[in-house]
């Protein structure tokens, strides 16, 4: 994963959201020291999938904002852009919500009923694992020496990385200590449901956490075919057999791969897809590693345009066995595998069992790592 999507990952962990509730007005009234006079208080949030941006002057101190919502949702209080680090979560819900600072934005104190209390607890504890490494993040383009640049990065890279996973847990323990909370639901689908690094089955097992009535909200029932969806490779124990078409227009079997190596991944992909192609150094990374022990990789392709596909495969320097029936989201093999979405990827041994399921980043590579190092290989 990129290091700039992994930060906007944790500076997003409490972005808008719909969730469920009693509509109303929401009034946010906020004081604030004589120094933000005359600046500019920005309100983000989303109401049906679009992302909604008020803005106020705080004058002599004061700021106030009113947002009819349908259901409570969260939002974001922010000074400036995204790298002035003056920003503040909440949870909006009918009724008055105050937010009281005597020294920054930043440090403010937020007041309004039991979820928002909740909502706001959680947040605190979700921005101290995040704030210092995404601060160090944006120092890292202060720095004009590219290679020292590249060198600050790759352990930037490993602080967000941290990050997330702390936040992870956090979310996780307060899903279990409070299964009844909207906040439970909320922060759940804010953050770990999107998390390609975190197992499906995981995910489901916090879900299945929640009260009834919780999963059988609108959107807990958006949750649930969110993670339903996703369950395609998830259910694979074993592998299915196929026949595709090379770059060079020949048939491949899968079976007459797995047959030749130690392991395999099968990685699904497409050059139109950012991810992905911001996943393959990752994979080219573990198959340089390994691919000496029996490590080989097969990418199943959801493109269309042929030229575009091999562009891809030679600009990213991806020296494995790719098939592809060039019949973007009808992909044979990606239906045949329940693929919903991509990157996603399963690693198979050499008679066809599943050993794991969407492996990324780092991940991939020192899970490779290990299962040789358990073989002695």
């Not at 060198?151 to 979310?171: L, M, P």
């Not at 139109?272 to 080219?284: A, F, I, L, Q, S």
């Amino acid at each position: 994963m990129n290091i700039k999507n992994q930060v906007w990952g944790l500076m997003l962990f409490l972005s808008p959201l719909s969730a469920l509730g009693q509509g109303g007005q929401t009034q946010i009234v906020g004081k604030l020291p004589q120094r933000y006079n005359t600046q500019k208080i920005y309100l983000n949030y989303s109401l049906d999938n679009k992302l909604l941006r008020d803005s106020v002057i705080v004058q002599k101190g004061s700021f106030e904002f009113k947002v009819a919502i349908a259901e409570p949702l969260t939002a974001e209080i922010r000074l400036g852009d995204m790298q002035q680090m003056e920003w503040l979560s909440v949870l909006l819900k009918p009724g008055k919500i105050t937010v009281d600072s005597k020294d920054s934005l930043h440090n403010a104190i937020v007041k309004g009923d039991s979820d928002v209390l909740a909502y706001q607890k959680l947040a605190k504890i979700i921005k101290e694992n995040s704030y210092r490494s995404t601060m160090a993040y944006f120092k890292g383009f202060s720095i004009k020496d590219m290679e020292k640049q590249k060198q600050y990065f790759v352990k930037a890279t490993e602080d967000v990385r941290t990050a997330k996973e702390k936040n992870n847990k956090s979310v996780f323990q307060f899903i279990t200590e409070n299964p009844n909370s909207i906040v439970s639901l909320l922060t759940f689908k804010n953050y770990p449901l999107g998390d390609n690094l975190i197992q499906n089955a995981e995910k489901i097992a916090y879900f299945e956490k929640l009260n009834p009535s919780l999963r059988e909200s609108v959107l807990g029932k958006k949750v649930e075919n969110v993670l339903i969806q996703a369950k395609g490779l998830s259910v694979l124990t074993n592998y299915i057999d196929f026949t595709s078409t090379t770059p060079e227009g020949n048939q491949l079997r899968m079976l007459d791969v797995l047959a030749k190596h130690k392991y395999i991944l099968l990685d699904f992909w497409a050059s139109w897809c950012g991810p992905c192609r911001k996943e393959n150094p990752n994979v080219v990374k573990a198959f340089n590693a390994y691919k000496d022990k029996g490590f080989s990789v097969m990418s199943v392709s959801l493109d269309q345009d042929r030229a575009k596909w091999l562009e891809a495969i030679e600009t990213d320097g991806m020296p494995w066995y790719h098939v592809s029936s060039l019949k973007y989201w009808d992909e044979p093999v990606a239906k045949l595998y329940n693929v919903r979405g991509i990157p996603q990827n399963v690693l198979l041994d050499n008679k066809g069992k599943v050993v794991a399921i969407n492996l990324k980043g780092q991940k991939l590579y020192d899970f490779v790592g290990k299962l040789y190092q358990s073989s002695n290989n």
